[in-house]
């Protein structure tokens, strides 16, 4: 036992947002979509007095397992003294296979079958995306209200309510947090698949203020995407291969931003720093994905993600812009066409990557005009400066700001700033 107060200053945050999250998760599933606050209060009082605890006797020597009894105890406590949730269990446990009745057990299957279960009942359709992922993030992340709004670059309040109106809607589902079946999975695999790509991608394009990369939600984004592959109901072909791509995205993240965070482009990028195991498990889930007919944007979007991580060849661009092409047909968006034009601009060159870029007509975009700063930049300096402050107009990423703003320095500082094609 450590009797050191500072190490449990240190290590009681971590743990916070290590065990939060499991814990939470196997007490929605004892107590039920509609006492999904007690279950918050119980983790929370559990937290509280490890503080105060730990303080004045120490840290003990398997601090988790304390907070698992802890929790486990204050449950009981909490089913013993609360007469509304006690009727509430009974007549649930009576409907409820027995297979469930763990007891507050906080072992490593119940918590994975916990957490997985909470997936799917937060990805409800009948929630807005933007709700779902909020959800997300405070249920299965841990994330505050604070850090919620400051993901979404949202006010507190606009969050609070949001989570508000989602967990209502939450409440008044029907949906059991309990054993999987086919029938659940069916209906809502694709919005919890969507779920996490969104939340992925919140992280790995974030808009925070201060940061262009969240790593920790595009972790945690992966460590639920795990949870689906490991379950043989959930392990399908788009769930493998949207973990693929997130392993192959996250591969690069050390090497994307620099010590100021600023963006490091793809061309610039140390690949020492690139994380070979993860792409090794990113090519391990994509021929898991292959096993069968389905080629769905997930699928499609892990093989581009593999195509950025192989050296550069005659070849590669080419893939890259095949791939796109299949992608935008298969599911549109303005992204995926801006990058089908930067592959469209390794084949075939700048200049006739502009026209292809200026067809799409994105003029209130700020990665349009990025990627017209960057094709203009090596013959017509001034026209990438215009585009550049108009995308500096648009975003509201100051860390984006910043790099788009060294960018314009480094092309002010050599003195060609004409908008004539010096090619």
């Not at 409907?95 to 009942?121: G, P, R, V």
């Amino acid at each position: 036992m450590s009797s050191d107060p500072a190490a449990g200053n240190e290590l009681l945050p971590n743990l916070f947002r290590l065990e939060y999250t499991r814990m939470t998760a196997v007490l929605y599933r004892r107590f039920g979509l509609k006492y999904i606050e007690i279950a918050e209060d119980i983790v929370s009082e559990t937290f509280k007095k490890a503080s105060e605890n730990w303080t004045i006797n120490g840290i003990p020597e398997n601090p988790a397992a304390w907070l698992y009894k802890v929790a486990k105890n204050k449950a009981k406590d909490c089913l013993k003294h609360h007469a509304v949730v006690e009727t509430h269990f009974k007549e649930t446990i009576a409907t409820e296979k027995m297979e469930m009745i763990n007891d507050f057990e906080f072992t490593h299957q119940n918590i994975s079958d916990s957490q997985l279960s909470m997936i799917f009942a937060v990805c409800n359709p009948a929630i807005s995306s933007e709700s779902q992922i909020c959800l997300a993030l405070q249920i299965l992340c841990g994330f505050s209200v604070e850090e919620i709004a400051n993901a979404f670059l949202s006010k507190i309040e606009t969050i609070k309510k949001r989570l508000q109106r989602a967990r209502a809607d939450l409440r008044k589902d029907n949906f059991q947090i309990g054993i999987l079946n086919k029938n659940e999975i069916a209906l809502r695999i694709d919005t919890v698949l969507k779920t996490l790509y969104l939340l992925f991608n919140e992280g790995y394009f974030s808009k925070t203020n201060s940061r262009q990369i969240r790593k920790d939600l595009c972790l945690e984004a992966l460590r639920l995407t795990l949870l689906l592959t490991e379950n043989p109901l959930t392990n399908t072909p788009k769930a493998n291969a949207l973990l693929a791509l997130m392993c192959y995205q996250s591969s690069r993240l050390d090497a994307r931003t620099n010590d100021k965070g600023e963006t490091i482009v793809y061309e610039r990028q140390n690949k020492k720093l690139w994380d070979v195991s993860l792409i090794e498990r990113g090519n391990y889930y994509l021929i898991e994905a292959c096993n069968r007919d389905d080629v769905s944007k997930y699928h499609l979007e892990a093989a581009i993600a593999y195509w950025h991580t192989v050296p550069a060849g005659k070849n590669k661009w080419q893939q890259i812009l095949q791939l796109y092409n299949q992608l935008i047909l298969v599911e549109y968006s303005p992204i995926a066409a801006l990058n089908r034009t930067f592959a469209f601009a390794k084949v075939y060159g700048h200049e006739q990557a502009i026209a292809e870029a200026q067809k799409l007509n994105l003029a209130e975009n700020n990665y349009y005009h990025e990627l017209l700063g960057y094709l203009f930049a090596s013959y017509s300096p001034g026209k990438a400066i215009t585009h550049y402050e108009k995308a500096i107009q648009l975003t509201k990423s100051e860390a984006e700001k910043q790099t788009l703003q060294k960018e314009i320095r480094r092309l002010r500082s050599k003195g060609t700033t004409g908008t004539g094609n010096k090619k």
